[in-house]
């Protein structure tokens, strides 16, 4: 079945350091990938998108996400991690054919120490 | 930018109650999707629709109705709201790639 992994429910870092929090997808052919943060009591945003082309994609806030087809992953990255980033992420995958509805990983809980 | 709003951002209902939530968006988009959040369950999708008056059924349409006699406002029905629908609504419209969600209606049955 086609599905969005996020394999970290809870991320604690501080502030200043650098982030990665994970994504894995399974999907027949390369798909289309989305990551989204949603600050407490929010709906959520877009931060970045892939469809093709170019693997590193840059978004808002700072973010970044690289696919990796061989390891079957979309990475969130951000060099230098500040108080505001903490909030929930959440990667989201579609099949590039069809109806394009994504799938929702569970999300990931960024913590951030001061 | 594109504003999803949706009317409500807190519901308290009763048990049995016909209960509507809203979502409107300003920006002529066709698909207007709901879902709800749940801890550690992420979104599901429940109903979207491609185009005034169409539906299609998501994940979890049961307990569910909708809506959609504009193409601006998509409406979220629960006949007769029960307590395991307690969450948080999240109503999304789309253009192209990527979703603009509103900011959410968190309703509680009691």
């Known amino acids: 079945a086609q599905s969005v992994t996020q394999p970290d429910i809870h991320i604690t870092v501080s502030e200043g350091a650098s982030l990665e929090l994970r994504c894995n997808y399974s999907?027949?052919?390369?798909?289309?990938l989305f990551w989204y943060v949603q600050s407490p009591g929010q709906g959520l945003q877009l931060l970045l998108k892939?469809?093709?082309?170019?693997?590193l994609v840059q978004g808002i806030k700072g973010f970044e996400a690289e696919f990796k087809r061989s390891q079957s992953s979309f990475n969130l990255r951000k060099p230098s991690v500040h108080w505001s980033d903490a909030a929930e992420y959440f990667c989201?995958?579609?099949?590039?054919?069809?109806?394009?509805?994504?799938?929702f990983g569970r999300g990931t809980s960024l913590i951030v120490h001061p | 930018d594109v504003k999803v709003t949706q009317s409500s951002r807190y519901l308290v209902k009763r048990t049995g109650e016909k209960v509507f939530l809203e979502c409107v968006q300003d920006m002529d988009h066709e698909n207007m999707f709901w879902y709800r959040q749940d801890p550690g369950l992420g979104l599901r999708l429940i109903y979207f629709s491609y185009d005034v008056k169409m539906k299609e059924k998501g994940d979890i349409p049961e307990g569910y109705s909708v809506s959609r006699e504009k193409k601006e406002r998509f409406s979220l029905i629960l006949e007769s709201a029960s307590t395991n629908q307690t969450s948080m609504y999240l109503c999304a419209s789309r253009v192209g790639g990527g979703y603009t969600f509103g900011s959410g209606t968190r309703l509680t049955v009691v």
């Open positions: 999907y027949g052919a390369t798909p289309y």
């Open positions: 892939y469809f093709s082309g170019d693997t």
């Open positions: 989201a995958g579609s099949s590039s054919g069809g109806s394009y509805i994504p799938t």
